[in-house]
């Protein structure tokens, strides 16, 4: 395997430039229109290597500019080769979220626009009508970004073929691994060509999932940059001891006392959410909440009004904590404690983005001091515990429990429904056929990926 990281990318004496990478001028035309002076290490590693055809396995931080890094090269080799026709579709770029594929579609749109001949590009994913993707369809296209269960719904319609796929990019792709959408991939997989170009993006790659990382890509060149979000200098991380029903009052305080204009807040339950953008709302504070069980039109709403500064703070669960590039974001609050040391990289890295300094702060109490230790120390941090005046805890530690009081992260209903599907299709329990969307799964396919060649 080869593997490049970052110094070996930028020699001393290297002029790094995006034409340097060799990006067509139509391409260097689209970064320029970006101000985007150069190539970020993620891109400059994995721009050539995509060019010339190369698996990639990249672990970068959120915020590195790794869309660019696979929709540039992408849309070069698709530029300088022939239309997608019939039901076919020439790169797939699957993601875990809805709004992380309405935000990657966008990118390859803007980058897109500055070819010669048009390329078409296709965002599809669940929570709105099937039937205007299935329209768009006619004709394949070049490009579709795609949440799996939508993906695979289009294909059981006959609307879209994935047997003429030429490059396959999994971003957030430990999420892609998980059990929850592992099904849905072992589907997608194989209805794939065996001799494709696969691309996998993470900020994260557990132990866990590197074996099936491993297994799916053909002599990858493997990109490490470094600096994780937990450990970046430009994301300034803190913990405030707080008693939990006092955690509202002490958000308004932060919010009103250092006049932040822009805040993600991540709670554990869309309940909370809610509640939580309630309060704040009734103090006159704009606030919204972001969770699986809004619309997509009151997810996508939701999202457009805080980029556009409309709403002043995001309270959201971890549905907002993947990937997505909020420009201008000084400020993420975890209101509730991330249930894993990985969940807590994602959340934080959606501020410190692009080279901008971030603050991250974590709200802590006694029945969660144990387990966001454990958050530390996976990160190797220590950070001073801080208490605000007037705000001061009044309950005590219980010594213990790594994890008491921690509300986690509670799995979505489609996890959940994912889960059991996952579960029965390897012999385990019944699948609950009657809910799962999909119909039912192919017999007993375990979750495999096959090495390729
Ligand atoms: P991403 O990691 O793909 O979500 O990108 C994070 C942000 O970095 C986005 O707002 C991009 O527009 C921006 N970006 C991507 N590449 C560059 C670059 N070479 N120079 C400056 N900003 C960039």
């Given amino acids: 395997m080869e593997r490049r990281s970052w110094s070996e990318c930028n020699k001393p004496g290297d002029v790094m430039t995006f034409a340097t990478l060799g990006l067509s001028e139509f391409l260097l035309r689209a970064v320029a229109a970006r101000n985007y002076a150069e190539p970020t290490p993620v891109q400059a590693a994995a721009i050539p290597a995509i060019l010339r055809g190369a698996d990639v396995w990249a672990s970068a931080q959120t915020g590195s500019?790794?869309?660019?890094?696979?929709?540039?090269?992408?849309?070069?080799?698709?530029?300088?080769?022939?239309?997608?026709?019939?039901?076919?579709v020439r790169s797939l770029v699957l993601v875990p979220t809805r709004?992380?594929?309405?935000?990657?579609?966008?990118?390859?749109?803007?980058?897109?626009?500055?070819?010669?001949?048009?390329?078409?590009?296709?965002?599809?994913?669940?929570?709105?009508?099937?039937?205007?993707?299935?329209?768009?369809?006619?004709?394949g296209a070049d490009v579709i970004v795609a949440t799996p269960g939508r993906l695979l719904d289009l294909v059981d319609h006959n609307a879209v073929s994935l047997s003429a796929v030429e490059t396959l990019?999994?971003?957030?792709?430990?999420?892609?691994?998980?059990?929850?959408?592992?099904?849905?991939?072992?589907?997608?997989?194989?209805?794939?060509?065996?001799?494709?170009?696969?691309?996998?993006?993470?900020?994260?790659?557990?132990?866990?999932?590197?074996?099936?990382?491993?297994?799916?890509?053909?002599?990858?060149?493997?990109?490490?940059?470094p600096s994780a979000p937990a450990t970046k200098p430009d994301i300034l991380q803190r913990a405030i001891e707080v008693d939990p029903p006092r955690r509202t009052q002490l958000l308004r305080h932060l919010i009103e006392t250092n006049g932040w204009t822009r805040v993600l807040v991540f709670l554990a339950t869309k309940y909370a959410t809610e509640h939580v953008a309630e309060k704040l709302r009734k103090a006159g504070i704009e606030a919204t909440a972001l969770h699986g069980e809004l619309s997509q039109g009151a997810r996508t709403r939701a999202l457009a009004d805080f980029k556009a500064s409309k709403v002043q703070v995001l309270l959201a669960t971890d549905v907002a904590a993947r990937g997505l590039d909020i420009a201008q974001l000084p400020v993420v609050v975890n209101f509730d404690l991330p249930r894993s040391a990985t969940d807590y990289t994602h959340r934080i890295g959606r501020t410190g983005r692009a080279g901008e300094s971030g603050i991250a702060i974590n709200f802590v109490s006694a029945g969660t001091h144990a387990h966001f230790r454990l958050i530390e120390k996976r990160h190797g941090l220590d950070l001073p515990r801080e208490q605000i005046e007037g705000f001061e805890p009044e309950e005590e530690e219980v010594p213990g429990s790594a994890t008491g009081g921690v509300?986690?992260?509670?799995?979505?209903?489609?996890?959940?429904?994912?889960?059991?599907?996952?579960?029965a299709a390897a012999g385990e329990t019944e699948a609950p056929k009657e809910k799962f969307p999909l119909g039912p799964l192919e017999p007993t396919r375990r979750f495999v990926i096959r090495r390729m060649r």
């Fill in 65 to 88: 500019g790794k869309t660019a890094a696979f929709a540039l090269p992408l849309l070069q080799r698709l530029s300088g080769s022939r239309r997608a026709r019939g039901r076919f």
């Fill in 99 to 139: 709004e992380l594929a309405a935000q990657i579609g966008e990118s390859f749109r803007r980058y897109g626009a500055s070819l010669p001949e048009p390329i078409k590009i296709l965002t599809v994913y669940g929570g709105v009508s099937i039937n205007p993707q299935m329209m768009a369809l006619g004709g």
């Fill in 169 to 225: 990019v999994l971003d957030e792709a430990d999420r892609l691994f998980d059990l929850g959408f592992a099904a849905e991939l072992t589907r997608l997989l194989g209805l794939m060509p065996a001799d494709r170009q696969n691309l996998l993006f993470s900020a994260t790659f557990p132990p866990a999932v590197q074996g099936l990382a491993e297994g799916l890509l053909r002599d990858p060149v493997r990109i490490d940059v």
């Fill in 407 to 423: 509300k986690g992260k509670r799995k979505s209903k489609k996890d959940k429904l994912r889960e059991a599907t996952a579960r």
